[in-house]
C-alpha cells in the first residue's frame, strides 16, 4: 500500500507538535511529577539530576526543531516505505 507523502508528512508533524505542546504545558505546570514521569519512560535515567530550568525560547526552539527533524524522518520513512512497496511488495 503506497502512502501518500504530503498527507503522511503533515499527519505525523501535527501529532508531534501536539505532544511537544501537552508535553511543554505538563512540565511547566507540574515540573516535579513531569520529571518523575520521565524517570520512568527512560528506564535507569535520572533526568532529576540534570539542573535545567525550560524557559520559553528553549520550549520554542524545542518545538521548532520536534517538527523540523519530523518532517525530515517522515519524508525519508515514506521514500523507502514506497520504495519496498513498489519493489516487493503492493500491486
Do not use: E, H, R, W
Given at each position: 500500500m503506497k502512502i501518500n507523502?504530503?498527507?503522511?508528512?503533515i499527519?505525523?508533524?501535527t501529532f508531534i507538535g501536539v505532544i511537544?505542546?501537552?508535553c511543554a504545558i505538563l512540565i511547566t505546570l507540574a515540573?516535579?511529577?513531569s520529571m518523575k514521569v520521565a524517570?520512568?519512560?527512560f528506564h535507569g535515567m535520572?533526568?532529576?539530576k540534570i539542573p535545567k530550568e525550560i524557559s520559553f525560547p528553549d520550549i520554542i526552539y524545542g518545538f521548532i526543531v520536534s517538527i523540523i527533524s519530523t518532517i525530515i524522518?517522515?519524508?525519508i520513512f515514506v521514500y523507502l516505505w514506497?520504495?519496498?512497496?513498489?519493489?516487493?511488495?503492493?500491486?
Open positions: 507523502p504530503k498527507q503522511f508528512v499527519t505525523l508533524s511537544y505542546v501537552i515540573p516535579v511529577t524517570n520512568l519512560i535520572d533526568l532529576t524522518f517522515s519524508m514506497n520504495y519496498f512497496d513498489q519493489k516487493y511488495g503492493g500491486k
